[in-house]
Every structure is written in structure tokens, then in C-alpha cells.
């Protein structure tokens, strides 16, 4: 069974990508389907019309009319598909991609466990007159006042009106990520509350979510000690942010292969 997930990219979205390949001088790895050798390409142009990539290359390595499989990498995205060579009238190879092309990630890479293996913390900004709004629960034993205080000394002030509470991130995906809470946590992070500028910290880069929804809280017992499970999804995220997440993750992972997965999933 296939362990990578390949999501189909629309017209726009493939002229895009071949475009982007083209212009950031990636290369683009194709082979034969069975086959461990691998040939390395730089592809010079891409014309969407033909639905034609053209390489700067005039070995004869494949006969014209061979169907491939191609792979390259964009930004820490991978992208698969069906090709078909044919040659240019000055010989130069071109790779015909009238196919559909995928976008993959390894599912392990689709959502990746970050406790306890990467120091990863995302940082809320709460509100310093949170206290006094109906996020806090006052049936619990603690008064309001001593309860932001307890609170202060899990944070760190970042600007006039506003703290940030850092939270260890348990995993993350480039569609949202996972937090495990203390009761004291709990009382400020929201069910449905939409929370701005969230920062995902790892150890050596920042990335900030214009927009995060927590989508449940729930209660769970952890070594006798009552915490939360929380959901946050990113909401309205822009592509850039997105390859953003995704090329971190990525590198956080170790090297796969993920072309015999593509073989098996155009079976």
C-alpha cells in the first residue's frame, strides 16, 4: 500500500508549477517505470499551449514516443506525473505532459510528530485584559486575579496590550497542528476563537499564521494529571506560507523514496 498521498493539480496550477521549475533552475529526474536508473535533467522552457517542457539535452537516452515517470522539487514540495518523450527539430529532448500532475507528501510527512523528537512551540498572542473576559472559568477555585497572575509566568510581553503564551507543539501539518494543554493553558485558548499572527517557532526559523482556528479542546488524563488536547487549523493561507510549512517539514524528515510509491499509485 502506498505510504505517500498524491493530490492532483489543476491546469492552472501544473502551468504554474512547470513555469516555476523552469524559472528557479530545478532539475527534473526521470526514468523508465521499473527501472532504478535515474537521468537528471534542467529543463530550459516550458510551453503551455504544447503542454511541452523542453531540456537542454541531445543524448538519446529514451526513444521518441517512451512513456516516463518524472519527478522534481519545488520549495520543499515534491511533484509527480506521466511524460512522453519527443525530439525538437535541432534534436534537443522534449518531455510531452498532456497527464495530470500530482503534488505529493509521504503521509508520515502530511502530519509530522514533533514532541519529543523537535523543539517545536507555537506562540499565542493573548490579550492582556483576558483575564476579565469570559475565556476564564469563573467556577474554578481560583480567583480571576490570581489566575492571570499564575498565567503571566507563562508568558513573555511582546507588545503594548498583548502576551504571548508559548505552547510546546505536539505535531504539525500545512493544514494545522496539535497542542496538549495544562488546566491553567486551557483558560485561555478557545473552542472557535480565531487567533492572529500565530508564530510556529522551531529552533531555527519562524513561521507566522495570519489566521488559526482552535477546532476542539478536549479533555484527556495524562499521568494522573488532567490536560487538553487542542486542534488549531490554519485558516486563508496563502500558497507561499503554505510551501513555507511544507519545505520545513520536510527537511525535518528523513530522506524517502517516494518514487515506487508513484509507480504503484498510477498502477
Known amino acids: 500500500m502506498s505510504q505517500t498521498f498524491f493530490s492532483k493539480q489543476t491546469p492552472e496550477e501544473k502551468t504554474s508549477r512547470f513555469n516555476q521549475l523552469v524559472s528557479l533552475g530545478e532539475n527534473i529526474v526521470i526514468w523508465q517505470k521499473g527501472s532504478k536508473e535515474r537521468h537528471h535533467f534542467k529543463p530550459s522552457y516550458f510551453d503551455k499551449d504544447l503542454n511541452e517542457l523542453v531540456v537542454d539535452n541531445k543524448d538519446v537516452i529514451f526513444a521518441v514516443g517512451a512513456a516516463i515517470l518524472a519527478t522534481f522539487e519545488i520549495r520543499g514540495m515534491n511533484f509527480f506525473c506521466e511524460m512522453t518523450i519527443s525530439k525538437s527539430s535541432k534534436g534537443y529532448t522534449l518531455l510531452q505532459v498532456e497527464g495530470t500532475l500530482f503534488k505529493s507528501e509521504r503521509r508520515s510527512s502530511y502530519r509530522l510528530l514533533t514532541f519529543p523528537i523537535y523543539e517545536v512551540n507555537a506562540h499565542f498572542k493573548i490579550e492582556k485584559n483576558a483575564a476579565n473576559s469570559s475565556v476564564i472559568n469563573l467556577s474554578t477555585r481560583s480567583s480571576q486575579r490570581d489566575l492571570f497572575k499564575s498565567f503571566l509566568k507563562l508568558v513573555d510581553a511582546e507588545e503594548e496590550g498583548k502576551e504571548i503564551l508559548k505552547i510546546r507543539v505536539q505535531d504539525i501539518s500545512t493544514t494545522g ?8 493553558e486551557e483558560k485561555f485558548i478557545v473552542k472557535d ?8 517557532v522551531f529552533p531555527d526559523e519562524k513561521i507566522t499564521i495570519p489566521e488559526a482556528k482552535i477546532v476542539y479542546v478536549v479533555p484527556y488524563i495524562a499521568e494522573k494529571i488532567k490536560k487538553y488536547k487542542v486542534g488549531v487549523q490554519f485558516i486563508n493561507l496563502s500558497s507561499s506560507i503554505d510551501h513555507q510549512i511544507g519545505k520545513k517539514i520536510n527537511e525535518l524528515l528523513r530522506q524517502v523514496d517516494s518514487n515506487k510509491d508513484f509507480e504503484n499509485f498510477i498502477k
Open 177 to 184: 497542528l496539535a497542542l496538549h494543554l495544562t488546566e491553567l
Open 193 to 200: 476563537q480565531i487567533y492572529k499572527n500565530l508564530d510556529i
